[in-house]
């Protein structure tokens, strides 16, 4: 019997490579001439399909902090009850100090390239001192003449000295002032987050420790992540540059976040609002006590003569 010949169905033959024939004898043409063939044939990167568990997480958080900064429970309770809490909120986080951090360096770098030159600025700050000095007067608190004569010397002598430090910083500085100015901006935008992310989980560790005094039962990734959202209104912070309104922002930013801050410490401990705001003011309040007590042992001691 002859061999027996097994068809199992049509066969996906490779493609045919072109031989050094009349063509395909020079590498450049042969190498057209294969990819001619090859160019009907699906890629990797057509059969792979996007992983769309990336934009979810990133619109349900979009989501959380939209709720949180209307003070809804949901967004808390969502944001406590996620498995990886603590990188949602070391997300928030790390993206809105970046954005602050990003427009605030940017400014920065434009008002130090296009600001006046330093001795504009310093005239500037004398007559903002002179005025000060003579509203102090206009008010009822007059200032003996010896003394604005003193208190002038000495800013003037201040001043000098500024003057030559900053004279010998750019002779030094081994670039010039334009590409010094650009590159500390990126290093502030760069070392931005960190300020925030230590504040963040320095005092979130304080406020847990009180709460756990009074009963509080959050984990420690429980009560950092669901307090990120204290920097939601922080956003506000992008307008920190306008005269006044900057500030007024600042101002709003800061009480809107502390209800937040209370509101999630609240959530994350599962107790009421009056101890979540005890949890949350006591660190304050005792630094404060430790502070004017230091103070005071200082001026005791230089009342005393140190005896």
């Not at 390239?113 to 000095?133: D, F």
């Not at 001043?159 to 901006?185: D, H, K, Q």
Request: some cysteine; charged content about 15%; aromatic content about 8%.
């Amino acid at each position: 019997m002859g061999p027996h010949l097994q068809l199992s169905g049509p066969q996906e033959c490779p493609p045919a490579d072109p031989g050094p024939g009349l063509l395909g004898h020079h590498p450049a043409l042969r190498h057209a001439l294969r990819a001619g063939v090859l160019a009907g044939r699906p890629g990797r990167g057509d059969r792979q399909q996007l992983d769309p568990r990336r934009l979810v997480i990133m619109r349900e958080l979009i989501q959380i902090c939209r709720g949180g900064l209307l003070l809804e429970d949901d967004a808390f309770y969502r944001l406590k009850g996620s498995a990886d809490v603590f990188v949602r909120g070391l997300l928030i986080i790390v993206v809105v100090s970046l954005i602050v951090g990003l427009v605030t360096s940017a400014i920065g770098f434009v008002r130090e390239v296009t600001g006046p030159p330093p001795e504009v600025a310093i005239q500037g700050v004398k007559q903002n001192i002179r005025q000060g000095l003579q509203m102090a007067e206009s008010f009822g608190a007059p200032i003996d003449p010896e003394v604005r004569e003193a208190i002038e010397t000495s800013m003037d002598a201040g001043f000098r000295i500024g003057a030559r430090v900053a004279e010998v910083v750019e002779e030094t500085m081994p670039l010039p002032a334009p590409i010094g100015n650009l590159f500390e901006a990126v290093g502030k935008f760069v070392s931005y987050p960190f300020g925030w992310i230590s504040t963040w989980m320095f005092y979130g560790l304080l406020v847990l420790v009180f709460a756990k005094l009074m009963g509080g039962r959050a984990t420690i990734q429980q009560m950092l992540g669901t307090t990120s959202l204290v920097a939601v209104p922080h956003l506000l912070d992008l307008f920190a540059f306008i005269p006044c309104l900057g500030s007024l922002l600042g101002l709003v930013a800061f009480l809107w976040g502390l209800v937040i801050y209370v509101k999630g410490t609240a959530v994350a401990n599962e107790f009421g609002l009056g101890k979540a705001v005890l949890a949350v003011l006591l660190p304050i309040i005792i630094v404060f006590l430790l502070v004017m007590a230091l103070i005071l042992i200082v001026v005791v001691m230089v009342t005393t003569g140190g005896r």
